[in-house]
């Protein structure tokens, strides 16, 4: 039961519920200073269905990160939601393994900016080995 599709799209459900009220508590999703539409380094949260994040950073968030070329996963859900659709600049960085990239959704709306390495920023794991993340930079089209 829990296994079945329609068990898995309700607790996806519940999961990008959770994710939304998270990312749009205040301060949350803030962009940096003097990068965002009014020139300060906060974001008005004010729901508006327009996006309000100019900025969004993401880590383990490994559940978001399946199918991602399928427009209809959460991932691009809950970006079109957030991620402001006014400002070209806006973009969404998201820190994973490198295991499978995260591939831009199929119609479009989000493209791959940059791929980044964490060996280039010297990134090592507890043990001193070069890292297994990278940066992954996504923008609207």
Not at 106 to 116: A, H, T, V, Y
Request: proline share 6%; hydrophobic share 30%; net charge negative.
């Amino acid at each position: 039961t829990a296994h079945t599709p329609a068990a898995r799209r309700a607790a996806r459900d519940v999961a990008l519920a959770e994710a939304e009220a998270v990312l749009r508590s205040p301060g949350f999703s803030s962009g940096y200073a003097g990068n965002d539409s009014n020139g300060g380094g906060s974001n008005n949260n004010s729901g508006n269905g327009n996006g309000n994040g100019n900025n969004m950073l993401g880590s383990s968030l490994q559940g978001f990160f399946d199918s991602t070329d399928d427009p209809t996963t959460p991932i691009w859900t809950a970006l079109d939601i957030l991620l402001e659709r006014n400002n070209p600049n806006a973009i969404a960085l998201f820190c994973h393994t490198r295991s499978d990239p995260i591939k831009p959704p199929s119609d479009g709306r989000f493209q791959l900016l940059q791929l980044i390495s964490g060996d280039e920023f010297n990134m090592r794991t507890r043990s001193g080995e070069s890292s297994d993340f990278e940066l992954s930079l996504f923008g609207r089209q």
